[in-house]
């Protein structure tokens, strides 16, 4: 009877250990995913842009073509204005080539309007490789670090975790079960220790007679608030 309740003591601080390597390990689990988060999304807002900046791009040499091609049609149009034999027909190709004048200055608006676009884009891009410049120096290096920890801190885990089970095997297996039973109910303490008669899992003031009772026969009992395991260490 003793025996089991150092054990389930002993067992107590090894999955006490145990819970904190694991929140340490999901601690730096999320903050490298977090990272690698914001690098993909880095990437994504990228290769989005760049799309954007292709078509514009293309978009801008069709309107400067454009412009390029009016200019020739109007050259010509002024050469065989040169050529009229009449008032009528000067007063035609000078309409026309009015009319063309507008066209050419409104396409080149439209050329000028996609080139400012261009360029906000191109800010905007190098703005984007910036941050990913500083993702790609500084969090390669970061996110290998990590992963290397993340791995030890793991294997240490794997380590701790044998470990327990391998003091956990030394119990008999209804305890056992209760045990993790409690442990999984009680936020990962299942044994407490009683000072000065108190319970230190929920504060609650053992009878004595509780007390001489388990520190006489080392029974497994469990505290009547909080229905943890007592442990009575040897000073009390
Ligand atoms: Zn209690």
Redesign the pocket.
Known sequence: MSQELETLFALQELDLRLLEKQREVDKYTKALAERQEAIADCDARMAKLSTSRKELVGQRALAERRVSDSQTQLKERRQRAGRVRNEGEMRASDREITSMEREISDQEDAYLQLDAQVEELEAAIAVIRGEQNDHHDADNRQVKDEEERINVLKAEVAAQRAERDKVADALDASLRKRYDMILERRGGRAV?TVVAGN?Q????QIPPQSLIEIMRTRAVRV?P????IIYIPADE
């Open positions: 407490v319970c899992g929920c504060h609650l505290c608030q909080c229905n943890r």
